[in-house]
């Protein structure tokens, strides 16, 4: 098993930064985590993915450019988020898999996860 837990939520005015926190009980270099959102009324989706071992990072297209994915040594994963806007609210869930296929867009598939947080509340208002 692989605890899961998120901080940095909250509530900013549209143009504004959030940093959001998620923390690993325990990670390999064969894994990867991830941070996907979920708003009412719509599916979930992935955000940013990082994968662990030096293999790169990877984004979807409507945060590319504003946000940035990182990681320490100690298995905790950051998501730097800049320039918010109103469409980026929602609830931010961290994910992980301890061993994670390099290939195509496995990374932004939420079935291919199997750790979970319980998320954290992004409010970004006009």
């Known amino acids: 098993q692989v605890q899961m837990t998120e901080s940095g939520g909250g509530s900013v005015q549209a143009g504004g930064s959030l940093r959001l926190t998620c923390a690993a009980s325990?990670?390999?270099?064969?894994?990867?985590m991830g941070w996907f959102r979920q708003s009412p009324g719509k599916e979930r989706e992935v955000v940013a993915a990082?994968?662990?071992?030096?293999?790169?990072s990877h984004y979807s297209d409507p945060v590319t450019g504003r946000f940035t994915i990182s990681q320490d040594k100690e298995n905790a994963v950051y998501l730097q988020m800049n320039t918010l806007k109103v469409e980026d609210s929602g609830m931010y869930i961290c994910?992980?898999?301890?061993?994670?296929?390099?290939?195509?867009?496995?990374?932004?598939?939420?079935?291919?996860?199997?750790?979970w947080g319980q998320g954290t509340q992004v409010t970004v208002s006009s």
């Open positions: 990082i994968y662990f071992g030096g293999d790169g």
């Open positions: 994910a992980a898999n301890l061993f994670c296929d390099r290939r195509g867009r496995w990374w932004s598939v939420a079935q291919n996860y199997n750790f």
């Open positions: 325990r990670m390999y270099t064969s894994g990867c």
